[in-house]
């Protein structure tokens, strides 16, 4: 009896230290997760407008070239050399979120660059959504009417990129995050504008 008390007690002990080891890692690292997301976010935005920067001078450079636009509650990055405009699109994946960067040119319709900052997916498959060379296929394709991601041979039109062979959901779940966040933020843009 007296052995199985002093388990116990090890456990609990060995358990609050543990859990206040965690707690205070947390803590310790929680500014730096935080920026080194703010950096990941600006990096997309400056890369997709071509803009040079290094790590040590990030903010400064997002701070020159970029104006950021809040609208309906929605964050727009507009360039202010090209007029380009980017924001963050998310939404649900075949295994879990599909976050990225999308950058249109100034007429808020044709694709300049996207770049996938989280994802899910199966890798060798859907995980394919976050490939630069199936993203570069996205490059002066239009959003309007919507954008279509389609396994058709049949050429292009200029809304229409081909699917990611053997991965159908997470093309259509892409597809579908593409422009449930694109007319979002459409209204936010025009909203700003008017």
Known sequence: ???????????????????????????????????NEEALLKSAV????????????????????????????????YHKDSGNISYVFEGGGVWG????????QSDFETIVAISILQQEETPGLGGIVADP?????????????????????????ENEVDAITGATRT???????LNDNYVLHLDAWNSHNE
Do not use: C, W
């Open 133 to 157: 060379l199936y993203l570069a296929k996205f490059v002066g394709i239009k959003m309007v009417p919507t954008i279509e991601i389609r396994k058709d041979p049949a050429p292009n039109k």
């Open 97 to 104: 979120p599909i976050i990225g960067m999308i950058t249109l």
């Open 46 to 77: 400056l890369s997709a407008n071509q803009v040079s920067y290094s790590f040590t001078n990030i903010h400064d450079v997002f701070a020159e070239e970029i104006e950021v636009i809040t609208s309906e509650g929605l964050t727009l990055y």
């Open 171 to 177: 093309s259509s779940s892409f597809e579908r995050i």
């Open 1 to 35: 009896m007296n052995q199985n008390i002093r388990m116990i007690f090890f456990v609990i002990v060995l358990g609050t230290i543990t859990s206040i080891l965690l707690i205070g890692m947390d803590i310790l690292t929680k500014d730096r997760i935080i920026a």
